[in-house]
């Protein structure tokens, strides 16, 4: 295994370009099971989880090719139907590939995805969604099993809670379903709307994108012409360097980002007293006299992000003042707590609340496990401001959403390296 190891209390400065985003990436290659002819999709994110899914799509019978940031996708040689065992444990969202087999084929099985770092993360909504089209769903022998013999058809879907992957499968199958579906209460992230632009382009028609309800008129089995098109830039990543710049008060561009997408979070860098510069691609944060302490509570888009939340809770370790964290989304997400309070952090867990005490703002290196992805990146950067050196060791949950980190890390003044344990 490998970990990487960060000699702290170091100034960053210059640009970091940001790549494509992971969490839009993931359901548009899923997306690609609905096309009829080859896709090329570039800006594409240099990640495992992306490599993990090229993968699934590879045994499932389709074929890839990559050049640079770009993959060539095609699916018309594709001919099995189950996500088996061995993909999923290593990446949830495989589930993604559930809601366009099932309507290119009739009949999908996947192993059914267990609980995770972050909570149990269950996926109820997705397959109720599915029995709402006409699916027949079993589970069996740890596996999903979903037939629709006659076809899906269009159906109205309330999701009683926002589920992001719920709406991407929906929307998905609802695609080749023969009428119209109507999602009330859909996901609005970026990532969501771009899948349903691409699907758009492709010949569906769907509106309402953007809003909380999507109205999708399926094909009745066409497959899709598919456009080729980029994917948009990693707003988590971008506001995982944002943080970087701010936790070691640098001044730091971020480029090849959408602005938008990052309200929530620039909003609360400013809140802790940073000056933000923006145009219509990148974002300059300016170093502070005082780091302000903040208040949180994440919620869906356009709300704080709850992959956010590690972040802002290693930067305001360094506030003057106490901020509090409230989680909201997942049950289980604050596993960092205890590896930055062994970097001496001052945290207090009170259930789905942190409270952290930023006052002396020290930060010791030591070593520090990575448990998911994001808290992963909360001790990169507390490694960056920690005095002497930090070992974060599990880096394979980083390697899974940040593009070169230490490459990019390196080129803004960071002292990192990886080593093999
Ligand atoms: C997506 O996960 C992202 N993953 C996550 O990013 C992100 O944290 C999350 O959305 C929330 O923004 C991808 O896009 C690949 P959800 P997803 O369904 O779709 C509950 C990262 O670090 N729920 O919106 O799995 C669920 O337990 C990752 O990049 C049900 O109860 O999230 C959670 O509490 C981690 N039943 C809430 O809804 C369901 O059937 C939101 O989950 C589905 C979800």
């Known amino acids: 295994m490998e970990y990487l190891k960060i000699t702290g209390e170091t100034n960053l400065s210059g640009e970091v370009k940001i790549s494509g985003a992971k969490n839009a990436?993931?359901?548009?290659?899923a997306s690609t099971i609905l096309a009829k002819?080859?896709?090329s999709i570039c800006n594409m994110p240099n990640v495992v989880d992306i490599n993990t899914l090229l993968k699934l799509i590879d045994k499932l019978g389709g074929t890839f090719k990559k050049e640079e940031d770009c993959?060539?996708?095609n699916t018309s040689s594709l001919n099995k139907t189950t996500a088996t065992y061995d993909i999923v444990k290593t990446m949830r969202a495989s589930i993604l590939v559930l809601g366009p087999i099932l309507s290119r084929f009739g009949h999908c099985e996947v192993s059914l995805p267990g609980g995770c770092a972050i909570g149990q993360r269950p996926?109820?909504?997705?397959?109720?969604a599915l029995e709402a089209m006409g699916a027949q769903i079993k589970i069996n022998h740890g596996y999903i099993e979903a037939t629709a013999p006659n076809g899906l058809k269009g159906a109205k879907i309330v999701f009683d809670k926002v589920t992001v992957g719920g709406t991407e499968n929906t929307v998905m199958a609802a695609a080749l379903a023969e009428g119209i579906t109507t999602i009330v209460n859909a996901a609005k992230e970026p990532e969501v709307q771009q899948l349903c632009e691409v699907i758009k382009n492709a010949g569906v028609l769907i509106e309402g994108i953007g809003t909380d309800t999507l109205i999708i008129h399926g094909t009745?089995?066409?497959l899709l012409d598919f456009k080729d098109f980029d994917v948009i830039p990693d707003r988590i990543e971008a506001g995982t360097y944002l943080c970087a710049a701010a936790i070691t008060n640098s001044k730091l561009k971020i480029t090849n980002v959408m602005p938008l997408h990052l309200e929530a979070v620039t909003?609360?860098?400013e809140e802790m007293n940073f000056e933000i510069i923006q145009d219509e691609t990148s974002i300059t944060v300016i170093p502070t006299d005082e780091i302000k302490p903040v208040n949180?509570?994440?919620?869906?888009?356009?709300?704080f992000p709850t992959d956010m939340q590690a972040q802002f809770m290693a930067l305001a370790t360094q506030a003057n003042g106490t901020s509090t964290i409230d989680e909201r989304l997942f049950e289980n997400r604050f596993m960092h707590v205890s590896e930055l309070l062994r970097l001496g952090a001052d945290i207090h867990l009170n259930g789905n609340i942190a409270t952290i005490n930023g006052a002396s703002g020290t930060l010791n290196g030591t070593d520090v496990m990575a448990t998911d992805l994001r808290a992963s990146s909360a001790l990169v950067l507390s490694a960056l401001v920690a005095n002497g050196e930090t070992a974060i060791h599990r880096i394979y949950h980083l390697d899974r959403g940040y593009e070169d980190l230490e490459g990019k890390l390196s080129n803004i003044g960071a002292k990192v390296a990886r080593f093999k344990e």
């Open 220 to 222: 009745n089995g066409e």
């Open 25 to 29: 990436a993931l359901p548009l290659i």
């Open 37 to 39: 002819n080859e896709i």
């Open 123 to 128: 996926v109820d909504l997705h397959l109720k």
């Open 267 to 269: 909003s609360k860098l």
């Open 71 to 73: 993959i060539k996708v």
């Open 296 to 303: 949180i509570v994440t919620s869906e888009y356009p709300g």
